[in-house]
């Protein structure tokens, strides 16, 4: 049975920073490409960053670039975000997934490529 957990969600004020983890069992990540994805109160799931298989490729939309950081370990079989300089616009439920997807920034940014999700973790950033 294969188990995408997220972990390290929380309440932060704005300009804070947290660092989300995704642990996976029963999935050997190293051949998948992982993202991360959000998705707000009332609005539409969306991408957030993505990493190949290695871990050399990494992709991610203009309002998160140059503030978050995906990163991943296949030897513990986990994969982080890290996210800086929080703004009260990335409060959102987020999602950790596990896709067969060969690397290609058009196609890590969608969803239904995607095999494997977590369950979420809520983030909240007050003003």
């Known amino acids: 049975q294969v188990q995408l957990v997220e972990s390290g969600g929380g309440l932060v004020q704005a300009g804070d920073s947290l660092r989300l983890s995704c642990a996976a069992s029963g999935l050997p990540l190293s051949g998948y490409t992982m993202a991360w994805f959000r998705q707000a109160p009332g609005k539409e799931r969306e991408f957030v960053a993505a990493i190949g298989g290695t871990g050399v490729f990494t992709y991610y939309p203009d309002p998160v670039k140059d503030r978050f950081t995906i990163s991943r370990d296949n030897a513990k079989n986990m994969v982080a975000l890290q996210m800086n300089s929080l703004k009260p616009e990335d409060t959102a439920v987020y999602y950790c997934?596990?896709?067969?997807?060969?690397?290609?920034?058009?196609?890590?940014?969608?969803?239904?490529?995607?095999?494997?999700w977590g369950q979420g973790t809520q983030v909240t950033v007050s003003s």
């Open positions: 997934a596990a896709g067969s997807i060969v690397w290609n920034v058009a196609r890590v940014r969608i969803q239904r490529l995607y095999n494997y």
